[in-house]
């Protein structure tokens, strides 16, 4: 158990759709980041905050953006679903500020975009 | 940019030892990680090894780090069939809060 959890499992959404995908780290983890893992592939990442502010981004357009909350949860907002989005998200949290610590994941969301 | 290569799947009996091999291009890599997925699962960080050392052991797992060639590899002792997962190759420098940059995985299947 890494104590990062995120919510949906699992989730079904149309094109043109927008979608919340969210995350709870361990208390006193102050950053985290978010990947996407298409079917098949490695995970890529999408962005990080640290202390509630972006900290570095991946090459994702900006219809990905994400919040990070002072009680550690952090939500993944993806806008104009596109299919090629359909993959699985997930978080990762890491103590302190620095986000070359291990970072530990969360068991993910799978997004299915028809 | 930076690129973490892994042979996609490894076939091996219970009982034998399983060695998954990455390669990376990234110079200034300090950490590399090794992480496991189950189906339908997150990743889950196996072991990791600091740019400085040449190897390290835990238990039935020995990662060895060749820094010159920029090869990692990760051992496992007494394959089980609960090992049969995908194991990812990850890497990530020390310069400000950088990413992990992910292989694509390899699929361990292990024969009863």
């Known amino acids: 158990e890494t104590g990062v959890t995120q919510s949906p499992t699992h989730l079904i959404k149309t094109r043109g759709q927008q979608v919340t995908l969210r995350c709870s780290s361990q208390?006193?983890?102050?950053?985290v980041s978010w990947y996407q893992q298409a079917l098949g592939q490695g995970p890529q990442f999408i962005f990080q905050y640290y202390r509630e502010e972006e900290n570095g981004r991946g090459n994702f357009p900006p219809r990905f953006s994400g919040l990070q909350f002072p009680n550690y949860s952090s939500e993944l907002n993806v806008n104009a679903l596109e299919l090629d989005d359909s993959a699985l998200y997930l978080c990762a949290s890491t103590p302190g500020g620095r986000g070359t610590d291990t970072q530990y994941f969360g068991p993910g969301t799978r997004l299915t975009v028809l | 940019g930076e690129d973490v290569e892994q042979s996609l799947f490894l076939s091996v009996r219970e009982g034998d030892s399983s060695v998954i091999n990455c390669t990376y291009t990234d110079s200034s890599s300090t950490y590399l990680y090794w992480y496991k997925q189950e189906p339908g699962a997150g990743l889950q960080l196996l072991t990791y090894?600091?740019?400085?050392?040449d190897m390290k052991q835990d238990q039935r797992l020995t990662v060895l780090l060749n820094k010159k060639d920029k090869h990692l590899s990760l051992r496992i002792a007494d394959t089980q069939t609960g090992d049969s997962a995908i194991y990812f190759c990850?890497?990530?420098?020390?310069?400000?809060?950088?990413?992990?940059?992910f292989g694509k995985g390899t699929r361990l299947s292990v024969i009863a």
């Open positions: 208390s006193g983890h102050n950053t």
């Open positions: 990850a890497e990530s420098s020390l310069s400000g809060n950088t990413p992990l940059v």
């Open positions: 090894i600091f740019s400085n050392m």
